[in-house]
């Protein structure tokens, strides 16, 4: 199972944590896996184009994004990204898992 946090500090988006596999399908074929990675890498691509400050690491166990501030322009991709993520849970709740931590 995929595993996503979605990072918060009082009702403020700061990024996401993601770990884990969804073993929907195998390797190169996995939908869902597929699905959370073009959104999470999407949500990264676009803070780095608006130059939002953020730290980001993948080490293939985890995938980390914490930003230093929110603002308007962050508050919207992390929206997105997290409303693709609820997307997914419509059909796939099975194979993602999402949370809620404050940092």
Do not use: P, W
Not at 16 to 26: L, V
Not at 74 to 83: C, G, P, T, V, W
Request: charged fraction near 30%; glycine fraction near 4%; hydrophobic fraction near 40%.
């Amino acid at each position: 199972m995929i595993d996503v946090t979605l990072l918060k500090k009082k009702k403020k988006r700061l990024g996401f944590a993601i770990k884990g596999h969804a073993n929907f399908d195998q390797h190169g074929y996995d939908i869902v896996c597929a699905a959370v990675s073009i959104l999470s890498y999407t949500a990264v691509n676009t803070l780095d184009y608006y130059k939002i400050d953020f730290d980001f690491s993948d080490d293939d166990e985890i995938m980390e994004v914490l930003l230093n501030k929110s603002d308007d322009k962050s508050e919207i991709i992390l929206s997105d990204f997290e409303i693709g993520i609820k997307t997914l849970l419509t059909n796939y709740n099975e194979y993602v898992n999402l949370n809620y931590r404050e940092v």
